[in-house]
């Protein structure tokens, strides 16, 4: 978000524009976007809005939840078989090295409720799931099911950019409601293995080595 602020300077309204000119194609090309997207710097939350704003709350959040899955898939993949091979175990890495023994005997679960956690960035999920034994399958699906309230409120914030009405407010609302409840149980779960924080950081080092 913060290279987008500095460098890239693109707006959801921006994208709005461009796409609503494409008519049929919008979607689809939507879609592509979202697939490509995890190759950039761009942040996820500039389409998903956007994709709000165009095709209001309930198909914008089902192809945000679509695109998300795309570029999910086609990102874990990517790192999977055609990026430099680590070895978590020899780095040296307490809550990475927790996280992977999660991952790896409670796929599905572990992956749905990170997906569920804010605090994890997407990307940094996905790079360190292509980076473990979790099963395409598993990952696949928990990133469909877990990445399914945020899509819902960020195609309803986007829709409501545009119209401000008291029902999709209303469901902005409780879905914002729902995310914050299930962030906080998230969180005590997932604490109680590791350290989100230290975690995250660890990650990141991780990528730089790679």
Not at 58 to 69: A, C, K, L, P, Q
Not at 73 to 79: I, K, R, W
Not at 113 to 125: C, E, K, Q, T, Y
Not at 171 to 180: D, E, F, R
Request: hydrophobic share 50%; with cysteine; proline share 4%.
């Amino acid at each position: 978000m913060l290279l987008n602020k500095l460098f890239f300077h693109i707006k959801p309204s921006n994208v709005a524009d461009w796409m609503e000119d494409l008519g049929f194609w919008a979607p689809i090309i939507f879609l592509l976007i979202f697939t490509i997207r995890p190759f950039t710097l761009i942040p996820l939350s500039i389409f998903a809005v956007a994709c709000g704003i165009v095709f209001g709350p309930y198909m914008g959040s089902v192809y945000i939840v679509i695109g998300t899955v795309l570029g999910g898939t086609a990102s874990f993949f990517a790192l999977k078989y055609f990026s430099k091979e680590i070895h978590i175990q020899d780095k040296n890495k307490q809550n990475v090295s927790a996280l992977k023994s999660e991952l790896e005997k409670n796929g599905f679960k572990s992956v749905l409720m990170l997906r569920l956690l804010p605090a994890i960035n997407f990307d940094l999920l996905t790079y360190i799931c292509a980076k473990t034994q979790v099963t395409p399958w598993k990952y696949i699906a928990a990133t469909a099911v877990g990445t399914l309230p945020g899509s819902l409120m960020l195609g309803f914030f986007g829709s409501s950019l545009l119209s401000l009405k008291p029902m999709n407010l209303t469901i902005l609302a409780g879905i914002i409601i729902l995310l914050v409840v299930l962030g906080i149980m998230m969180k005590k779960n997932v604490s109680k293995k590791y350290n989100t924080e230290k975690l995250k950081e660890e990650i990141k080092d991780l990528r730089k080595s790679a």
